[in-house]
């Protein structure tokens, strides 16, 4: 676990496995309203791999990931609260979801002051996003937002209004699938603008 060099640093993550090779900011999905309310449906949430983790065997990056999600959806962050990221590429949650308009408006803020990084931001809350985007905030060129498409096996080609890729999941193989079993660092589809705009992965 890195922490940053502010008064209340922001906890960023080393992540393994398919995200190897990325640091995160990620929050805690064990209490994010929206994610539990989401747990309880048939949609990809319901075979939630975040809250399987943070409730077994990844339960001590709890304290670690509430605090970012304390902070990050409280109040905007001051100059020195946000974080130099010295990657070329960055995972906004690699765990967790948007809390509120203020997570989104700190996620924005992170990338302005980091111009030489590519931030690329899962969520499924375009409610959040076209809010911030219709009240006039432009969105930073370099993040990439990627739609999360929560119904299973149905794939959707076009990416909603703001965002720049859609991701979706399959549960049975699929003609176009061209994410699963890959690893983000030797891919990057989700990381670049441009190329490939609609990504598939089959659920695990």
């Known amino acids: 676990m890195q922490t940053i060099a502010t008064d209340r640093p922001l906890k960023v993550s080393?992540?393994?496995g398919?995200?190897?090779?990325f640091h995160a900011l990620n929050t805690n999905t064990v209490t994010n309203p929206f994610c539990i309310k989401m747990?309880?449906?048939?949609?990809i949430c319901g075979q939630c791999y975040s809250h399987r983790m943070l409730n077994t065997f990844r339960k001590g990056c709890q304290p670690a990931w509430q605090h970012n999600s304390e902070m990050l959806s409280g109040e905007l962050l001051s100059p020195r609260e946000i974080p130099f990221i010295n990657s070329a590429y960055f995972r906004l949650h690699g765990h967790g979801e948007l809390i509120n308009r203020t997570h989104y408006l700190n996620f924005l803020q992170i990338a302005e002051q980091n111009p030489n990084t590519t931030f690329a931001l899962w969520t499924k809350r375009k409610d959040i996003v076209s809010q911030v985007h219709k009240s006039g905030i432009s969105k930073p060129s370099n993040i990439i937002l990627v739609y999360s498409n929560p119904v299973i096996d149905k794939v959707l080609n076009n990416a909603p209004a703001m965002f720049d890729k859609v991701f979706n999941n399959?549960?049975?193989p699929h003609d176009l699938e061209n994410c699963t079993g890959q690893q983000c660092k030797t891919c990057l589809?989700?990381?670049t603008?441009?190329?490939t705009n609609v990504i598939i992965e089959r659920v695990k």
């Open 14 to 16: 080393k992540m393994t």
């Open 18 to 21: 398919k995200l190897d090779g």
């Open 193 to 195: 603008h441009g190329g």
């Open 170 to 172: 399959v549960s049975i």
């Open 39 to 43: 747990k309880e449906t048939d949609t």
């Open 189 to 191: 589809r989700c990381y």
